[in-house]
C-alpha cells in the first residue's frame, strides 16, 4: 500500500494544503505531523485579540477537530520530527518512531529570534509571541500599572504595545533603527504609527540599542541601553524578526539559503520533497523571496497541494497583509520591496490615510491605514497592473475609482 503523503507543522499552511489535497480528489492515505499539542490555527490574534483576551482559544482554530478525522486525515500532534531521510523516503520523531511517506510537504513555519542568554534573553517575565503557549503566558502579566517594554518595533511589538497600552500598562518600545517599522514601510507609515502610539501614552524609542536585560533573582528588572540609560521594566516582548525553520531540510541535505529553496512548484532540491509557508524560499519578480504572512501560507500551501498531485503554473503571490493597533486597521496589499518613492493620500476621517509605493512610475504597493476602499482599489489596480497618475491620487479630493480607472 503506498505510503501517506506527510505534511510537516500543523501550521496554516498544512491546514490550507490538507484541504484542497482533498477537494483536488485527493482520496489517499494524508498524515499532517505537528509538534504543538493543539490543531491548526491561526496566529495574528495572538499578539492582538486572543492576548488581550477579547476571542476565545476556540475561535483561533481553522478546522474544528471534527473536520480532520471527516477528511480522514492523520493528525498526530505533539509529534516533533528529528530527522529527514530523502532516500529512504523516512520522517524520524523524536520518540524514534519512523513514518514512511510517498512525497513531504515542509510546512514548518519560523522561530521569533531571542535575546542571548548573555545580555538576559533567558531571564523569567522576557517574552517573543509566536504561539498560543507563548500568548498563554503573556495575558496574566498584562496587569494595569505594569511597566511593559517591547524590544523592536515591527508589526508584532507594535501590537502588543496597543494592547498593552489600553490594558493600562506604561509600555517602551524600543527600535535599533532610525525609526520603528523601518525594514518593512516607508517614513510616512512609520510616522503614522509612532503618533498613534504616543498619543496612546506609549513612549517610542528609536535609534536605540539594547545594553542588556536585567533581572534578580532570573526575574526580570529593567533594561540598561546602549546610551547608559536604565528602563525599569516588569516584562519584556521581544519582537527582532524571525528565523525559517529550515534546519531539518538542511540536516538533510536539501538546498537552503535563508530558509528552503523551493521552485514555482513549491519542490526542493528533492523532487519528492516540498515546502510552503514561513520557511520556503522562492525566485519571485527576478529576487529570492520569502513571505512571512497568512496570504501566503494559505495561497502557497494550496499551491503545494496541486504541486504535489502533478504540474501547476509557477506560483504567483497575491501579498496581502494586515495589521490592528488601536482602532486602526491598516491593510496592505503588494510587496513594497525596490520602491524608489511614495505618495501619501489623506483619507476622508481622522487616523486614515494610504501610503502608495512606486517603482519608476509603477505602482508597486499600497498601505491603506482605515481605508477599506484605498486598499481595495489599490489591490484591484496592482492585480491589473495599473498605475495611477502622482499628482491626482495624492490630491483628497480627487474620486480615487477614477484616479485608478
Ligand atoms: C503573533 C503573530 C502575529 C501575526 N500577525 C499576522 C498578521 O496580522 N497578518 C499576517 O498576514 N500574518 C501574521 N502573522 C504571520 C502568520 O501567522 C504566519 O506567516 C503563518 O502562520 C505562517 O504559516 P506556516 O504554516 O508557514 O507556519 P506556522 O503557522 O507557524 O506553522 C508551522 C508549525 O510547524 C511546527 N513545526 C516546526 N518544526 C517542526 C518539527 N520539526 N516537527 C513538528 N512540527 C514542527 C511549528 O511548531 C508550527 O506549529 C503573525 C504571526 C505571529 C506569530
Known sequence: MAAPIILLGAGQASASCAAKLRALGYDGKLTIVGEEPAAPYQRPPLSKKYVSG??????????????????????????????????????????????????????????????????????????????????????????????????????????????????????????????????????????????????????????TGLAELLGADNRLTGARLKDGTIIPADLAIVGIGIIPNDALARDAGLAVEGGILVDGQCRTSDPDIFAAGDCAVFAWRGARTRLESVQNAIDQGEHAAACLLGAAPDYDPKPWFWSDQYDVKLQIAGLNRGYDSTVLRPGKRPLSQSIWYFQGDK????????????????????????????????DPASDLKTVLA
Open 363 to 394: 505602482l508597486i504597493a499600497i498601505d491603506a491605514m482605515n481605508d477599506a476602499l484605498a486598499y481595495a482599489l489599490g489591490k484591484k489596480a496592482l492585480e491589473a497592473g495599473r498605475s495611477p497618475d502622482r499628482a491626482a491620487l495624492a
Open 54 to 207: 477579547e476571542l476565545a482559544v476556540e475561535r483561533l482554530f481553522i478546522r474544528p477537530l471534527s473536520w480532520y478525522g471527516e477528511q480522514q486525515i492523520d493528525l498526530r500532534l505533539e509529534s516533533h520530527a528529528v530527522a529527514l531521510d530523502p532516500a529512504a523516503h523516512l520522517l524520524t520523531l523524536a520518540d524514534g518512531s519512523k513514518l514512511p511517506y510517498s512525497k513531504l510537504l515542509l510546512a514548518t513555519g519560523s522561530t521569533p529570534r531571542s535575546l542571548p542568554s548573555e545580555i538576559g534573553g533567558r531571564l523569567g517575565n522576557v517574552f517573543t509571541i509566536r504561539n498560543l503557549a507563548d500568548a498563554d503566558a503573556i495575558a496574566p502579566a498584562l496587569k494595569p500599572g505594569a511597566k511593559l517594554l517591547v524590544i523592536g518595533g515591527g508589526y508584532i511589538g507594535l501590537e502588543a504595545a496597543a494592547v498593552a497600552a489600553q490594558k493600562g500598562l506604561t509600555v517602551t518600545v524600543i527600535e535599533m533603527a532610525e525609526r520603528i517599522l523601518q525594514r518593512v514601510a516607508a517614513a510616512p507609515t512609520s510616522d503614522f504609527f509612532r503618533a498613534l502610539h504616543q498619543s496612546h501614552g506609549v513612549t517610542i524609542r528609536e535609534s
